[in-house]
């Protein structure tokens, strides 16, 4: 089945420094990747539509300069925490489609646990 | 503005209980719904998936419908054990996957 590969599983920052977030699809093309944000004891809130080549689609209340996306290839998009504050610190987690994710549904990484401190 | 809501929001049961999870979505143009599963600091295991079209679907002890007119699924779990324990999360697709706002179940032995 579809394998989504997301890096790093945790991650300490200082406040101020920028952190990336690496999502794969491992055997299929994502022309479409998501990427959510979950606070404890919270539902998943998705952030951004990624889309190979083009600018990604921020959800409303998203600040779309501290949270860089990049979706270079069919296979990888980015997600650079800038300037990060403790604020920040949540579990981020993305998610990528193909083709044929109306019949087979979406497939999620493991997720990426932030703590800046 | 697609909304997706979860009932109960937390539920805990003696195990071998049968169990239903309700999820009621605004928007009932979905082209169709998944249920997750999400362990405590984990990521999200897909449980079952129902198109649009579809009006249920079984995996072992777990069987979900849809009424997409009524906007409207839910979860059936028959026997629970204590592995189940864990949050339940519906989400729908349209253009994007909106998540509801997740059942957390514990079953204690």
């Known amino acids: 089945g579809a394998v989504v590969s997301q890096h790093p599983s945790r991650v300490i920052c200082k406040s101020g420094t920028s952190v990336k977030i690496e999502c794969r699809s491992l055997d299929f093309q994502a022309t479409t990747m998501f990427w959510y944000r979950q606070f404890p004891k919270q539902s998943l809130m998705l952030m951004a539509t990624s889309n190979e080549g083009s600018k990604a689609t921020y959800e409303q209340g998203v600040e779309k300069d501290k949270f860089l996306i990049n979706h270079a290839s069919l296979t990888l998009s980015t997600l650079t925490v800038t300037s990060a504050h403790p604020e920040d610190s949540s579990f981020y987690i993305c998610?990528?489609?193909?083709?044929?994710?109306?019949?087979?549904?979406?497939?999620f990484g493991s997720g990426t646990r932030l703590t800046v401190v | 503005k697609q909304e997706v809501t979860q009932i109960p929001a937390a539920l805990s049961v003696p195990e071998g209980e049968n169990l239903v999870l309700n999820c009621s979505f605004t928007d009932s143009a979905i082209y169709n719904l998944q249920w997750f599963r999400q362990d405590p600091g984990k990521g999200l295991t897909s449980l079952l998936l129902?198109?649009?079209?579809?009006r249920e679907q079984t995996s072992g002890r777990l069987n979900a419908s849809l009424d997409k007119s009524s906007g409207r699924s839910t979860l059936y779990i028959a026997a629970s054990q204590p592995g189940d324990s864990a949050t339940y999360l519906c989400?729908?697709?349209?253009?994007?996957?909106?998540f509801g706002t997740g059942t957390r179940l514990q079953v204690f032995p």
């Open positions: 998610s990528a489609r193909d083709q044929g994710e109306r019949l087979y549904g979406y497939t």
């Open positions: 129902i198109q649009s079209s579809q």
């Open positions: 989400a729908v697709y349209t253009d994007k996957l909106i």
